[in-house]
């Protein structure tokens, strides 16, 4: 038992962790059944396991209970006195033992039944949590969106408080590559997360071929957007589940063709079981590359008419990040895609380039005119996209001189730039 309730744990920790992907891919109740069928079968043999001890518990104390040799002590004296007749004390006897039992095991149950309701407690209260976003009772069936993606001067919170979008005004036509840029924690992944409807805004509105999204039947909004992001969520599956993640009615060969397409296909072949290999907690642990492979393989199996991709902050090497982006080229094909860049390829891909500062679109364009006209765009792009990687056979003493390095205008960013690029 302990062990089942180990591996239902287990799911529900992965369940937690991976909902924003599980939401994302409208696959609320797939996840709901496998989830139910693992805790039922825990569950099942914890009450059996409960009524077994309970009895066993109930049996012994009753046996061991000194009440029945008190009661004979005392009764065989009152016999000798004869205030009582034996038939009477045997009588007594025989009550009280009926008496017994049933005490003990109200108790007993008072205790388990105490213990439930604190359970139930906690579970009602996560119960009756609303959702971030509801869906409107009148909410129309968008259909394949074209993907022509509006935001009218969006502004966003998290419930802490700070103001992280403050008034964003962007669009993406049909077809378009749009790079998001700005300093870590700006607010890109927050951006980009309102399109899926993961929250809403607190002003303003974001519109989908002319319909605001809020007016959408939630499902099929999320049936149209396919999301790579920052952290790749991979369950505790075999590789072929994992991409199948995408569109559960996809055939094997479907999983195939889109491996291919997202150059993870060679390195899966070559794993123990190839696409049966069980990936994972439990089982293969995948290199970061080979991760996000699998999550671009996932997105070009669902075939979304907008593309989120949430570059990756970490570092691949250049082989993995070769890879990665020619596995992206096909996904983005033909889709409007959203991308956080990370990548200075990725801003030279892109058709506008968003820049993003203080919760404000500072300057939108293309990448020569932006680095011309847009101070900020020119700090990030030197610092972030083109900054010269510090190899590491590079002694430290051979660091650039500070009049080498990009202008900066105070000692405590010319360290964090340099401290990053140390770290990479
Ligand atoms: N779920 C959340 N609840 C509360 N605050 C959040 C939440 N997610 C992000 N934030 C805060 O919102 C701000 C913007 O975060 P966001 O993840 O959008 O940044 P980002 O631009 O994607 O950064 P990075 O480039 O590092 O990924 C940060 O200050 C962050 O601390
Ligand atoms: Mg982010």
Redo the contacts with the bound molecule.
């Keep these: 038992v302990r062990e089942r309730y180990a591996n239902v744990q287990k799911d529900l920790q992965e369940l937690l962790s991976g909902i924003s992907i599980i939401k994302a891919f409208s696959r609320e109740k797939h996840t709901a059944i496998r989830m139910v069928r693992s805790t039922k079968e825990a569950v099942r043999k914890e009450v059996k396991l409960n009524i077994l001890s309970a009895l066993a518990g109930i049996s012994s104390t009753v046996i061991s209970a000194a009440g029945p040799l008190v009661l004979i002590w005392y009764g065989c004296a009152e016999i000798m006195r004869g205030y009582l007749t034996v038939g009477g004390l045997v009588a007594f006897n025989s009550f009280i033992r009926y008496l017994f039992g049933p005490t003990q095991a109200l108790m007993n149950i008072n205790f388990s039944v105490q213990r439930s309701l604190a359970a139930c407690q906690r579970i009602f209260e996560m119960l009756d949590l609303q959702p971030e976003v509801k869906e409107k009772k009148e909410a129309v069936e968008p259909g394949r969106l074209k993907g022509d993606v509006v935001l009218q001067d969006v502004s966003f919170s998290?419930?802490?408080g700070?103001r992280?979008l403050d008034g964003v005004s962007l669009r993406a036509r049909p077809g378009q590559i749009v790079a998001?840029v700005?300093?870590?924690?700006?607010?890109?992944?927050?951006?980009v997360?309102l399109i899926p409807r993961f929250y809403d805004p607190e002003q303003g509105r974001v519109l989908i071929d002319g319909t605001d999204i809020r007016d959408m039947r939630l499902r099929s909004l999320r049936d149209n957007i396919g999301i790579v992001s920052?952290e790749t969520f991979l369950f505790s599956s075999t590789v072929r589940e994992n991409i199948r993640f995408g569109r559960l009615g996809a055939t094997d060969q479907e999983v195939t063709e889109a491996a291919r397409l997202a150059q993870a296909h060679e390195f899966i072949t070559r794993l123990p079981e190839g696409y049966d290999t069980q990936i994972g907690e439990r089982g293969v642990k995948l290199s970061g590359g080979q991760r996000q492979r699998i999550a671009i393989a996932r997105a070009i199996l669902r075939n979304p008419s907008i593309l989120i991709l949430?570059e990756a902050?970490s570092n691949l090497d250049s082989e993995s990040e070769r890879a990665i982006q020619q596995a992206l080229r096909p996904l983005m094909k033909n889709r409007t895609t959203f991308v956080?860049a990370?990548r200075l390829s990725t801003v030279l891909d892109a058709d506008k380039i968003v820049v993003?500062d203080g919760g404000k679109v500072v300057a939108q364009g293309k990448h020569s005119e932006l680095y011309q006209s847009c101070p900020v765009y020119r700090r990030l792009y030197d610092e972030q996209f083109l900054n010269p990687r510090i190899e590491e056979e590079i002694p430290i003493q051979q660091q650039p001189s500070a009049s080498e390095v990009t202008p900066v205008e105070s000692v405590e960013e010319f360290d964090h730039g340099y401290l990053l690029s140390l770290e990479e």
């Design positions: 998290y419930d802490s700070d992280i998001l700005g300093t870590s924690g700006v607010g890109k992944t927050t951006l997360s920052q949430d902050t956080i990370h993003l």
